[in-house]
């Protein structure tokens, strides 16, 4: 729905931000009398982002997701920002961003694609019907659900669990989130005839959805924290570079099977 206009605006708005020669705004909060030592970088985030004043519970949510989502170890997002910033050290938004770049439908990101399906087993008649359908989709395609199986943390991932138990202990939350994603869970491991590990992303899904952020800006929230954590990743490598040792090491491990030689004598 588009919002109204204010009386003589004939072209887009915004609500985010304005300022003066004296004052700056974010929404209508002073920066400096309303905001700045009297609200924390997360509830003013949430203010921006979810456009109304957050609630303690989503605040106490969204931290737990950003520390969550913040590091993994040496994944693709680090090693390219360690990469990039072995390459141009002048440039460190730089190489924070590649690292950002690797925020997707494999690794980090995956909250979206996972938010995506709980909506539809909210709203289907039969919700138990339609985790299955999904469920059966993603066997036939011999493709992962999104938020279900990790490489490394089997057979739970422990982040996962105290996630959801965080999410239950908040009476305010609706868990109407939570439950799409445990009939979910519950379809995937019958229809593998296992169980299947809920990774983080996936619980992060039902948080995220319970405090009310919508599916298409969960992954903004993967972005926000790794960014942090990328941040740590550079400070580690100006102290102990590994990029040169990780282009080496990947220089040596693929070989390359062309013949030159013969080429050149052709």
Not at 66 to 73: A, D, N, S, W, Y
Request: hydrophobic residues 45%; charged residues 20%; contains cysteine.
């Amino acid at each position: 729905m588009t919002a109204s206009l204010p009386d003589g605006a004939k072209g887009p708005v915004t609500r985010l931000c304005t300022h003066t020669l004296t004052s700056l705004h974010y929404g209508d909060a002073d920066l400096v009398e309303d905001l700045l030592g009297k609200k924390t970088f997360t509830e003013v985030m949430l203010m921006q982002i979810l456009q109304r004043t957050p609630r303690p519970v989503d605040m106490r949510i969204t931290d737990a997701v950003l520390i969550v989502l913040m590091e993994h170890g040496l994944t693709p997002s680090a090693i390219a920002t360690r990469l990039i910033y072995m390459s141009a050290p002048e440039n460190l938004q730089g190489a924070v961003a590649s690292g950002l770049l690797a925020v997707g439908s494999s690794f980090v990101g995956t909250m979206e694609n996972c938010s995506g399906l709980l909506d539809r087993i909210q709203a289907a008649a039969d919700p138990q019907a339609e985790a299955l359908a999904i469920a059966r989709h993603y066997k036939a395609q011999r493709s992962a659900v999104p938020g279900f199986g990790h490489h490394l943390h089997k057979p739970v991932d422990p982040r996962a669990y105290k996630l959801l138990e965080l999410a239950r202990a908040e009476s305010e939350l609706k868990g109407d989130k939570v439950r799409a994603l445990n009939q979910l869970s519950a379809a995937v491991d019958e229809v593998v005839g296992r169980p299947i590990t809920l990774n983080a992303t996936g619980a992060v899904a039902a948080l995220l959805g319970e405090i009310g952020v919508p599916t298409g800006v969960m992954r903004g929230f993967a972005v926000i924290s790794r960014a942090a954590g990328l941040v740590a990743h550079i400070v580690e490598e100006q102290q102990s570079p590994s990029g040169r040792f990780i282009w080496d090491t990947i220089d040596h491990a693929i070989p390359y099977v062309g013949n030159p030689a013969k080429k050149d004598h052709a």
